[in-house]
């Protein structure tokens, strides 16, 4: 068996950010435009939103329990499972926001929380993810530009705003087996 | 000039992990055995205290307040800040322990107020550097294993538990600039 090093990015691909992010948004801000999920045509959320919100949209994400509160999306935890089962080396490459205070913190507990202790092990937290050395990146981030050209081959998990991304590896957690033929 | 990117750990090579643990060992407890440093002649504290007292350095490292409230390493400030006028990209690489609870956010908090809030852009918080790229890792840990063959070069910050170590590339923050020679 070939075994590689899979590296898996946590929001839009184990945690439902998109949810989490349209339910507070609604909540704190009840008057402003709302942008469904099909509305999210670019990546970073404020390039999907009415010029002028950048404040509040930073607001939601450095609130408490933002990051810590995101559902999972089904089947992330399973797939996981099933690539250590089968001998691969799973780690979780997430990157912080800038104003790390909550979403740090946060991000290593949601992982104890959906995923258990002994993965919180395994995140690696860092911006420029093209200095992470790995098999395959599987990530719903259109495009990754860092330090280095990255050595991993990008996966792109499926969403909105990476459509234009042409890329014939293009997952779901209901397919993903295929990045390893 | 041959731009390089430079990592460079917390514990030890920027802040005085040792001369903290040992400060606080004592006042949480003043009966058990002090080693002090020219007596820690191994990396893992347990391995330089006697047997059976894994849980009290633990509890010593996992207590609120000791990653935040370690002193700077002096000189470390200034050198960081000399390679990046010098041209490298420099980023802080750091292993947490398992018990991340404070130790994660305490980094991030160290950093920003030691070195400033730009430098918590640059962390990698990782277990395993070896997955990290990078031309030079510096480092007072005297191996890294891990899942690959690292491709950084480590530079070994002078400490008492690395003296069994036979490399060139040892230095202090006092002669820290002939590692770019």
Same mark, same amino acid.
């Given at each position: 068996m070939n075994k590689k090093i899979i590296l898996v990015d946590i929001d839009g691909v184990l945690a439902d950010f998109e949810m989490g992010f349209i339910k507070a948004w609604g909540k704190k801000f009840p008057t402003h435009p709302k942008v469904? &999920?099909?509305?999210?045509k670019a990546f970073r959320l404020a390039e999907s939103y009415p010029n002028g919100l950048e404040k509040e949209i930073q607001s939601i994400l450095s609130a408490p329990g933002f990051f810590e509160n995101l559902n999972t999306i089904p089947g992330g935890k399973e797939a996981l499972k099933k690539m250590q089962d089968l001998g691969h080396e799973v &780690?979780?490459?997430t990157s912080p926001i800038s104003n790390y205070k909550n979403c740090v913190p946060e991000k290593y507990r949601w992982v104890a929380i959906n995923l258990g202790f002994e993965w919180t092990k395994r995140i690696i937290m860092i911006k420029d993810k093209t200095l992470v050395f790995g098999d395959i990146l599987i990530d719903d981030k259109p495009e990754h530009t860092g330090l280095r050209e990255p050595v991993w081959k990008h996966v792109l998990f499926e969403a909105p705003y990476n459509q234009h991304v042409k890329t014939k590896l293009r997952i779901t957690w209901d397919n993903w087996e295929r990045i390893l033929e």
């Open positions: 469904p &999920l099909e509305g999210r &780690l979780i490459c």
